[in-house]
Nanobody
Framework: QIQLVESGGGLVQPGGSLTLSCVGS????????MGWYRQAPGKERELVAL????????RYGDSVRDRFTISSDNAKTTVYLQMNSLKPEDTAVYYC??????????WGKGTLVIVSS
């Protein structure tokens, strides 16, 4: 069973930076993509960034492209989200996600990011 644990959330001022980490365990192969979604109060969960463990290709949500960067460790079991130029509208709970080609979706419990002065 894949398990995911996020860390790194907190309070940051507009224009600031923050890095989130997600440590995964229970992987038996690399047939998955790993990354981040977020959910703001009263809104639907949306894609932030995903990285394929097989190809290394990445995919970003339109609202974060050019400001956020996803990266992985060599084992592809830990992902990081470098968030720059943060805006108040980036305030949300950020969830780590693994989508496995055979067994489906796995989610972490989330980490809260608040962008406010």
């Amino acid at each position: 069973q894949i398990q995911l644990v996020e860390s790194g959330g907190g309070l940051v001022q507009p224009g600031g930076s923050l890095t989130l980490s997600c440590v995964g365990s229970g992987f038996t192969d690399r047939r998955y993509a790993m990354g981040w979604y977020r959910q703001a109060p009263g809104k639907e969960r949306e894609l932030v960034a995903l990285a394929s463990a097989v190809s290394g290709s990445t995919r970003y949500g339109d609202s974060v492209r050019d400001r956020f960067t996803i990266s992985s460790d060599n084992a592809k079991t830990t992902v990081y989200l470098q968030m720059n130029s943060l805006k108040p509208e980036d305030t949300a709970v950020y969830y780590c996600n693994v989508v496995h080609l055979d067994t489906g979706d796995y989610w972490g419990k989330g980490t809260l990011v608040i962008v406010s002065s």
